[in-house]
């Protein structure tokens, strides 16, 4: 359809030679008329050209009036210097701040999993809301029934994870975490070896020789991805394995660990417990849908065997635990502990892109004022509105591009912040990388700015009575103009109101957490990990090494006392260490059961040494051992709720598992503390002497003086008393509260970086809005200092203008804010408003940080010099 | 050929253009120098159309869908372009050529009055 270049030659060549023959015919010399055709053709490249044009599409003709238009905003915007870098900057800081997180977002919530079909990979977790536990995991009579009763999965692969004292490669003795599998696992996860081979079937069973797979991060950071470890014999406990493979990159889920092994390495895995007692839960399982299968197949098949299975066996699955079982693919499961804790950071962004945005619009609309002789004079030469908001189009895509690539440059800094705080949540935020499609929300998003920009000012129009005057120089605002500038103003303090607010509540959480009073002497004791050594597992052998270390460890100067126990406050698991008890004298009402109360074993000196007071009785004393009479000490919780008056001492108590044979005494009353919860609850808990129990791993040291000072000659010690032990993690108690506390920590103050952020944008917006008014109000102000008004009445009538503002804003901000909340709990259950106070002291730091702001245009205005302003127009 | 004396020659007015080319090929398919020689010699040499507006204009109509261009041999013994109405053409040049008496009707009114109001 379209003529090519060609096409029209041979048409105008036609044409010539037609009207030279009508020439030649009409009796005129060939070459005169040759010469006449071509005179009267006229420029026959121009024609061409005109031709061409009738063919050309609009967008085209457009194209190229924009790209006229681009080299006239760069230039025009290089001579603003301070407006393009103030745009520029707080552009690139709205879009960098997006980017960053949506490519954290996208890592944790929407990016594949490595693992081989990962739609079809599942994890099945058993909870039981009734005591709390989010996940109760399996025992393995469990996973046997669900193995031979499910048909939906094709394979099971379990996984439980165990702590190993590894000896190896030439290196010191270490606690490593150790996941123990079955010769299925890796069939299931879908994973591939790095290097060497993973664990199959034949590695399954008693019968197999020890093999271990390790971690691709144990492997590469610890070991420096040596390749001669494949082929080595390691030690792990008082078994050995040998090493056969590095496992390829993937999440390590649901525990990171640094080596895989089969079960033959762990005795405990082939003991009788594990194998036979249906609730010795402590296995993860996961699997993988039978070909043909869907999910809710698999969850309603599921659903039905548990019910049977729990029918079949109720003393495992007591009514009041309300056990459950769930079934989700892995990768849902990974992403949901991140996904609140993203989407509110993904909101916190989207506001603050919204101010840069109102921000970045006011600046240009003040601009535009200033250009508005311009414009008309456009208009007036002929420049219709649509080659007018090209002009202004042009502008604010050469602004927005500018933004959107020094955002994207600061996109990548700002998301290994961002990817190193949701790690806390979802490991996989650090597989986070700034790409094309980050790339592409930039520039999506500097594009959706530019066009918001572009139709911000108001055009030149002959229908506007009152329009706009050619006559340049003087810039008067128009009350539109105004009013549109103090609603964009507007707005950024009310988004920045709901991000202080929010931080502001972060922050009272975090120190109403940090201030709880725990019950601990925090400071002066140092916690110490001491698992089970190599040498030896539980038993007489563990508690004379902890008996010596005791007592070694006291003699050791700067030590005021050591006790040991198994559970550090806060930091260990504590879920397997609850029971139910009968106490004598105590009869449960009609419907209820027993309590259920947590037992923690502990040596003498254990609550002298932790700062717990003993409110009656008497402690634990070295003479409680296996052999004497079994004692115990419990809480005052316990105590008071289960004895009138609190009286507790010499009556008994018994595990209701174990039956009256194995009663204890109460010896002693101690005050509540609560080693599961930052913000101490009440808490029924009953201790036995580790003599009695057989059990220890942890040592209590409390200090005079640094109790980190210690640690050096504590772990010298102990390796003088066996070399092989590991020792790990020596930590103050008030650490391993701040490090439980780490996540609300980063929380606020990431929030409260983000409401820093708003506050600066929204301060300057509205310093500016204000200096845009006064300075195109000399005239009125002059006017008003010649009739009598002071200047003190024109600076608080300015400072009156900015708290308005402010205070419309805060007005706004908290409605929304309210809104905001209400939605966001209906989706993710967890939002809380913010109390009073954090609402307050968002609203007292923004109307004094406007007031500030305020004062540099106010004072300007005072200054206004009369017969200056009078005459200026 | 007889030189025209410069005033005497008229100015097309705006866009009445494509109707004349409308117009000119009523009668069957013509090239663009025919068309424009045609245009010229039925005004009576009072109209003359210069290549650099005829040829753009062909081209547009060819876009709209009112002509059709097809290649052929002219008298010149050379390829030459022939145009040719479109049944679309046709309809436009009734369209154009009622507005046309229209617009002379309503001028006519208004410049000769008592003429127009026997």
Redesign the interface.
Same mark, same amino acid.
């Given at each position: 359809m379209k003529?090519d270049l060609n096409e029209l030659d041979? /048409?105008?060549? !036609?044409?010539m030679?037609?009207?030279?023959? /009508?020439r030649v015919e009409?009796g005129e010399d060939p070459e005169a008329a040759r010469l006449a055709a071509l005179k009267?053709? !006229?420029?026959v490249l121009?024609?061409r050209d005109?031709?061409r044009?009738?063919?050309r599409h609009r967008l085209l003709d457009q194209a190229e009036a924009l790209a006229r238009d681009l080299r006239f905003a760069l230039r025009s915007l290089l001579r603003a210097k301070g407006l393009t870098i103030s745009v520029v900057v707080t552009l690139a800081l709205g879009i960098g701040a997006n980017a960053a997180i949506f490519s954290v977002v996208r890592s944790v919530l929407l990016s594949p999993l490595a693992n081989r079909d990962a739609d079809r990979l599942i994890y099945i977790r058993q909870t039981a809301q009734g005591i709390g536990t989010e996940n109760l995991t399996f025992s393995m009579p469990e996973i046997a029934d669900l193995k031979s009763r499910v048909t939906t999965i094709a394979a099971f692969g379990d996984f439980s994870t165990v702590d190993f004292t590894f000896i190896g490669f030439g290196r010191d003795p270490r606690l490593v975490k150790a996941g123990v599998v079955n010769g299925s696992f890796f069939e299931v996860m879908g994973l591939r070896p790095a290097l060497g081979r993973l664990l199959n079937a034949a590695d399954d069973g008693p019968g197999a020789a020890g093999v271990a797979v390790l971690t691709h991060r144990f492997w590469t950071t610890t070991l420096q991805s040596d390749p001669t470890v494949i082929g080595k014999t390691i030690r792990l406990g008082p078994s050995a394995a040998t090493v056969v493979g590095v496992l390829e990159p993937s999440v390590p889920y649901p525990e990171e660990t640094q080596i895989i092994a089969n079960v033959v390495t762990s005795p405990h895995h082939l003991g009788a417990t594990m194998v036979t007692d249906r609730r010795h839960r402590m296995t993860e399982l996961f699997g993988r849908l039978a070909p043909g299968a869907t999910l809710e197949a698999a969850r309603a098949e599921f659903q039905s065997v548990h019910a049977s299975i729990m029918r079949e066996h109720p003393e495992a699955y007591s009514a009041r635990a309300q056990v459950q079982l769930r079934v989700t693919t892995l990768r849902d499961q990974l992403a949901s502990p991140a996904r609140t804790i993203l989407l509110l950071l993904l909101a916190a962004a989207a506001v603050v892109f919204v101010i840069a945005c109102s921000n970045v619009a006011n600046l240009i609309l003040a601009r535009s004022v200033r250009r508005e002789a311009e414009l008309a004079l456009r208009a007036a030469l002929g420049a219709g509105r649509g080659a007018l908001r090209r002009t202004l189009l042009a502008e604010s895509l050469v602004l927005c591009a500018a933004g959107a690539m020094l955002g994207l440059i600061l996109a990548k800094p700002l998301m290994t912040v961002v990817a190193r705080y949701a790690a806390r949540f979802s490991v996989r935020a650090l597989e986070a990388t700034v790409d094309a499609g980050v790339l592409w929300l930039g520039i999506g998003l500097a594009v959706v700015a530019a066009v918001l920009l572009a139709y911000v000012p108001r055009l030149p129009s002959s229908d506007r009575p009152g329009g706009l005057g050619l006559s340049g120089g003087s810039v008067r605002m128009t009350p539109g103009t105004s009013r549109r500038l103090r609603i964009f103003a507007t707005i950024q303090i009310a988004c920045s109101f709901v991000l202080l607010a929010g931080a502001g509540m972060l922050v009272a959480t975090l120190t109403a957490l940090q201030t709880a009073n725990t019950g601990y002497d925090m400071r002066q004791v140092l916690a110490i990990d001491v698992p089970p050594s190599a040498s030896g597992v539980g038993g007489a052998a563990t508690l004379n090494f902890f008996q010596e270390a005791t007592r070694r460890i006291g003699e050791l100067p700067g030590v005021q006392g050591v006790a040991a126990g198994m559970i550090v406050p806060w930091r260990d698991p504590s879920a397997g260490f609850k029971s139910q008890y009968a106490f004598e004298g105590y009869q449960p009402a009609d419907g209820e059961e027993n309590p259920t109360c947590r037992f923690r074993p502990v040596s003498p000196g254990f609550f002298a040494v932790l700062g717990v007071p003993i409110l009656a009785g008497r402690d634990f004393t070295d003479g409680d051992r296996s052999g004497g009479e079994l004692v115990a000490v419990v809480s005052q919780s316990v105590a008071q709720r289960l004895f009138a008056n609190g009286d507790a001492v010499n009556r008994h108590l018994w595990r209701t598992s174990r039956g009256r044979g194995d009663s204890r005494r109460i010896v002693g009353v101690v005050a509540d503390v609560d080693d599961e919860n930052i913000v101490q609850r009440p808490s029924m808990a009953v201790y036995q002497p580790i003599q009695q129990m057989g059990l220890a791993s942890r040592l209590f040291v409390r200090a005079a003086g640094d109790p980190y000072a210690l640690g050096p000659s504590v772990t010298r010690v102990i390796r003088e008393i066996s070399a092989d032990q590991a020792v790990e993690r020596p930590t103050t108690l008030e650490d391993v509260r701040a490090q439980v506390l780490t996540p609300e920590r980063l929380n606020a103050f990431v929030f409260s970086a983000f409401g820093g952020i708003a506050l600066l944008i929204a301060v300057v917006g509205v310093a500016g809005v204000l200096a845009f008014s006064v300075s195109t109000r000399t005239r009125e102000f002059g006017i008003r200092l010649a009739l009598g008004a002071t200047p003190s009445q024109l600076l608080t009538r300015v400072l009156k203008e900015g708290v308005v503002i402010v205070t419309a804003g805060i007005t706004a901000g908290a409605l929304f804010g309210y809104v905001l909340a209400r939605v966001a709990s209906t989706y993710l259950g967890t939002a809380r408003l913010p109390g009073a106070l954090p609402a307050f002291g968002a609203a007292a730091v923004l109307i004094g940080a406007a007031v500030i702001a305020s004062l540099i245009p106010a004072s300007r205005a005072s200054r206004v010099n009369v017969l200056r302003a009078l005459r200026s127009e | 050929?007889t030189k025209i004396p410069n005033d005497r020659r008229l100015d097309l007015l705006q866009g009445t253009l494509d109707m004349l080319i409308l117009r000119t090929l009523q009668w069957g398919p013509r090239? !663009?120098?025919?068309i424009g020689?045609a245009i010229r010699a039925q005004s009576d040499d009072l109209l003359r159309v /210069?290549? !650099?507006s005829l040829?753009?204009a062909l081209?547009?109509l060819v876009?709209r869908g009112w002509l059709k261009a097809e290649w052929g041999i002219? /008298?010149?013994n050379?390829?030459?372009?022939y145009y040719r109405l479109t049944a679309a053409g046709k309809a436009q040049l009734a369209r154009e050529r009622d507005r046309w008496s229209q617009l002379v009707h309503a001028i006519g009114l208004i410049m000769n009055p008592e003429t127009s109001k026997e």
């Open positions: 003529p041979e /048409e105008i060549r !036609g044409h030679a037609l009207s030279i023959k /009508e009409r009267e053709f !006229g420029n121009l024609t005109s031709i044009r009738v063919w | 050929m090239h !663009g120098h025919g020689q /210069e290549t !650099g040829y753009p081209h547009r876009r002219s /008298e010149a050379q390829r030459a372009k």
